[in-house]
């Protein structure tokens, strides 16, 4: 399976795309994609460029905090909850949230919406 993810080192960078080879078995899900690539000793892209470790959040990786949440397939999703069958895709392409600012990778600052929860009182 090709893996495509919209990387941006910091906020400051310009974005730029970057693809990585993934044997899937079965159903997997994106956290899982990204947790197993992250994993690899030493993570290439398919022209076999040494690459740094793509930067993502999680936290209760249960469907609960929305840490990480980011679009996949064009579609806003929980990579903790959103499953890729290894059967069906051949590809699937991974970018951050579109209405917050990029921080890194797939980071984005989401303090705006708790600020607005702060003043809000929730």
Do not use: H
């Not at 910091?10 to 899982?32: C, H, I, M, N």
């Not at 059967?87 to 209405?99: C, F, N, S, V």
């Amino acid at each position: 399976m090709l893996v495509t993810i919209r990387r941006q080192k910091d906020a400051d960078s310009s974005p730029y795309w970057q693809s990585f080879e993934y044997e899937l078995k079965g159903r997997e899900t994106v956290a899982g994609i990204l947790e197993k690539l992250n994993d690899r000793p030493c993570l290439t892209d398919i022209e076999g460029r040494p690459a740094a470790k793509i930067k993502w959040e999680c936290s209760c990786l249960q469907k609960m905090c929305g840490a990480c949440a980011m679009v996949v397939n064009r579609e806003p999703v929980l990579a903790c909850s959103k499953f890729i069958d290894g059967d069906k895709l051949e590809k699937i392409t991974i970018e951050p949230l579109t209405k917050f600012p990029t921080i890194c990778d797939l980071c984005v600052d989401r303090s705006l919406i708790f600020e607005s929860l702060k003043e809000a009182g929730i």
